[in-house]
């Protein structure tokens, strides 16, 4: 079965053709950074025109490197939510006009969802149905949270944020220490020689009774807003002086172990609380090294495979959408036109 994937939930416009089981025959995305950058963040509805503009583009490549032509694809799946909804919905709409043209099955997939199974499309990986349940720690820009998961469509929600996303921290703190827009790598870069213990930033404990976090263990869940808001009354005291690299480094790397050191405690609490096979992370903020490190050291000492995701599938991308319907945990949709996107913020469990 070959699956052609659709991700527009932000501001990334990606296409990408899978073969099964999980063989990526071409993943193509078009990234808007430069045009959201001058603004200091995503600008819905300027993501909207982009999308409209690179999708016919980027659809066009995906079949082109895929090897084969549009007679090929068997199915195609998009990301119905979340995302922001203009956005979401310039790829719904192109979904639907495939399946119109195409006369194949339209199967929608939770963007988180393709988070959850990207380690998966590491050409040595194992199959997910031997990993289950495994643990998932998703961490993007929109996103932080911790997933036990049964099997397809078997999720659990164990963990989340009660404010900003791990990368919204990142890129918060990136704008504090004048890196620009998205920041995350920048600081990522400049703490390879900075040091750690330069500053101990908070770790954002979350407070038990917290309406935001239900019935979930607090101990699983993260708060980020307060590390930002120290970064902030840390300059105001320490202004950076120009030329002195040191300083911000050291600063960059601080920054960075409190929200990897936040990341890597609530991972060690979840993962004494359940049995899994593995421990899988995904989203944006994967890519950073200290953090895929700390990781690394954590399941050593469990004894506990790590499925990193693969640098190029970290970001948002429409392999990991493709892979979501090509192992069955989609949503076929019975009536196409019907289809709606769900912009909802909340995590759709
Ligand atoms: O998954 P993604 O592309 O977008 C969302 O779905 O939100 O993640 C983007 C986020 C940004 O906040 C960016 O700063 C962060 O991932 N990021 C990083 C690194 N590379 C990207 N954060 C820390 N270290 C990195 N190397
Ligand atoms: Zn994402």
Redesign the pocket.
Known sequence: MRVLGIET????TAAAVLEAPLQVCSHVVASQIASHGPYGGVVPELACREHVKALPVVLAQAIAESGGNWSAIDAVAVTYGPGLAGALLTGVSAAQALHACLGVPLIAVN?LHG?LYSPFLASNAPAPETMYPFLSLI?????TCLVYVAGPRAYRLLGTTVDD????A??KG?NLLGLGY????R???LAKDGDATFVRFPRGTVKAGSQLTGDLDVRCCFSFSGVKTALRYYLADHPLMAGESRQLADVAASY?EA?VDALVRRVAYTLDQVKVKALAVG???S???R?RMALQDLCVQRGLPLLLTPPRF???NAAMIAAVAELGAGREVADVSQLDVDPSPEVLF
């Open positions: 939930s932000c501001d990334e963007h988070h961490v993007s820009g929109g996103h996303a791990a990368g919204e990142f890129d990136a998205p920041g995350g790598h600081i990522d870069a960075q929200i989203g944006g903020v890519l950073n090294g953090l970290c970001g948002d």
